[in-house]
């Protein structure tokens, strides 16, 4: 019996497409597991045998060959007896272990969806799960992080992949889904009403406009998995952050705004494992210089215009001097979650959630700090989306600077589209990670809105403010009642001791940044 496997045309950035190969086998082929620390397999198999290293490039490795023994029907043992125990400290980028059960879980799920496609070709949602379980792995331990953009046509079954609430509970929810707009013609005929529909009811997906990108780059494929970057297969992002309203003028904004164009330049020129990025980024030069907390300080598209002036020309003749090609594009507007909070700002483009609102972290239960957070009576309770208990979700009681100010409270619909448009033609070259809030009976105005704006941006997404599909949303506005009660809950004095966080990770005298 022969089978031929592939994968489908829909995701053309994704890696996995590399492992379409032809199997010959009679027997059914099993995926077996082994750690020898609970036990030895009585019936070893010869071939196709592999030690999983406990390393980064060694847990790539053995999904590689787990997924090419899938693909050929060819049984295999994965022996994870290398991969420290859950607990265990990660001396040189911090945290502790998940222990090898989240690699196991990846290992199973990726079988089983390739087994089960046996004599078709995989589909797009097949895809879209085997990459968000791995983004689940990815995230376990609470210690990395996990970013994936899943793209693919108008009519793709994967539209509605969030549908499925047991899937988006076990990893789903690790993908943001977005359709790709590859013609004036579809554009012009989309679905406009039936787009924003899917949004009230599942959150997902957001918009690419390929038409837009393409006419300043005709090679792009896709965007980044936040969506301010319009990229080529297998290009890189390189992004860095200017905070204009933290600009405290001893230094003129042009030298601030020449001094970070180069930084990021030098970045750029950093040398890349794989050879095909590397030649991508050589050929384009692409640069991601980010404004920030927009919303923070007044400006007008003019001032805009003035910024961008500042970086582009400062790209072009740094570029020169260095001998390197002059970059395709330079600018874009990043989501700047973690970067914002250390300015104290607002994230990106985007008004401050709430006057008072919840800012939620997830940690694993074998984290000292989350010992630390309970102590400190910070409101917790567990991760609704780890069904296996391991993680807390915490929620500390915020306020924004000015309380009084712009937020997704009192903005309207139409200002938020005009301001992206507005940054989108006077400052950025990229795209724009912007997500619009509305409110389900607007549908009707955002599918309006839609249709006049979106030929003129190049990605956009979008949520409903009233959606129930997420619970335990990152930001989540609360009343200034519930803000001052939970603030007089905390115990300021609970802190982490000497040594009962130490993992070493800082032993050189750098500590790593995450």
């Known amino acids: 019996e022969i ?3 592939s994968l489908h045309d829909a995701l053309p950035i994704s890696s996995l497409q590399r492992l379409g190969v032809v199997a010959k086998r009679a027997a059914p082929p099993t995926l077996e597991i082994i750690d020898k620390r609970i036990a030895v397999s009585p019936n ?18 053995g999904f590689f060959q787990m997924m090419q023994c899938a693909f050929a029907g060819e049984s295999c043992q994965i022996d994870v007896s290398l991969i420290r125990p859950k607990g265990a400290p990660i001396k040189t980028f911090g945290g502790v272990a998940s222990g090898p059960q989240p690699y196991v879980d990846l290992l199973k799920a990726a079988w089983e969806i390739v087994r089960n496609a046996a004599g078709r070709h995989l589909t ?50 690790t993908s943001n889904n977005t359709i790709n707009l590859c013609s004036e013609e579809q554009i012009e005929t989309f679905d406009w009403k039936g787009f924003v529909d899917l949004n009230v009811s599942y959150g997902d997906p957001g918009l690419n ?17 936040c969506g301010e970057l319009q990229l080529r297969n297998k290009e890189s992002c390189n992004l860095v952050e200017f905070f204009p309203a933290r600009f405290n003028y001893k230094i003129q904004p042009k030298r601030i705004f020449q001094l970070l164009t180069r ?12 050879q095909e990025t590397e030649t991508i980024k050589k050929q384009t030069m692409r640069l991601g210089m980010s404004l920030g907390g927009i919303c923070d300080f007044a400006w007008t598209r003019d001032d805009l215009k003035t910024f961008y002036h500042y ?9 020169t001097t260095l001998g390197v090609r002059l970059p395709i594009a330079v600018t874009t507007v990043k989501p700047s979650g973690t970067v914002s909070l250390l300015c104290d700002s607002n994230a990106g483009i985007h008004a401050a959630i709430a006057p008072y609102y919840w800012r939620r972290i997830r940690l694993d239960k074998a984290e000292p700090m989350a010992e630390e957070l309970q102590k400190a009576n910070i409101h917790c309770e567990p991760d609704v989306y780890d069904k296996t208990g391991n993680t807390l979700c915490f929620a500390f009681p915020s306020k ?7 937020t997704e409270q009192n903005q309207t619909l139409r200002q938020q589209f ?42 956009v997404s979008m949520l409903a403010d009233s959606c129930g599909t997420y619970e335990q949303l990152p930001l989540e506005p609360i009343s200034k009642e519930t803000y001052e009660k939970e603030v007089a809950k905390i115990n300021n004095s609970a802190h982490l001791t000497p040594g009962e966080a130490d993992i070493q990770e800082c032993e050189k005298g750098v500590c790593p940044v995450r």
């Open 3 to 5: 089978y031929t496997l």
């Open 44 to 61: 070893p198999i010869k071939v196709n045998y592999f030690t999983i290293p406990d390393t980064r490039e060694g847990w790539s490795w």
């Open 124 to 173: 797009t949602l097949d895809a879209l799960d085997i990459v968000t379980h791995i983004g689940k792995c990815v995230k376990s331990g609470n210690v990395r992080r996990s970013a994936i953009m899943v793209l693919f046509g108008a009519d793709d079954e994967a539209v509605r992949a969030k549908a499925d609430i047991e899937k988006l509970y076990t990893h789903r929810h």
């Open 209 to 225: 406009n390929l038409v837009l990108g393409r006419r300043q780059d005709p090679l792009i494929e896709g965007l980044n998995p």
């Open 263 to 274: 930084y990021g330049l030098r970045q750029r020129l950093l040398k890349f494992r794989d």
């Open 311 to 319: 970086v582009r020309q400062e790209a072009d003749e740094y570029a």
């Open 400 to 406: 924004t600077k000015n309380t009084d100010g712009l």
């Open 418 to 459: 005009q301001r992206q448009l507005n940054v989108q033609e006077s400052w950025a070259d990229n795209a724009i990670s912007c997500t619009l809030k509305f409110k389900p009976e607007q549908r009707g105005e955002m599918a309006a809105l839609l249709k006049k704006y979106m030929p003129r941006l190049k990605s």
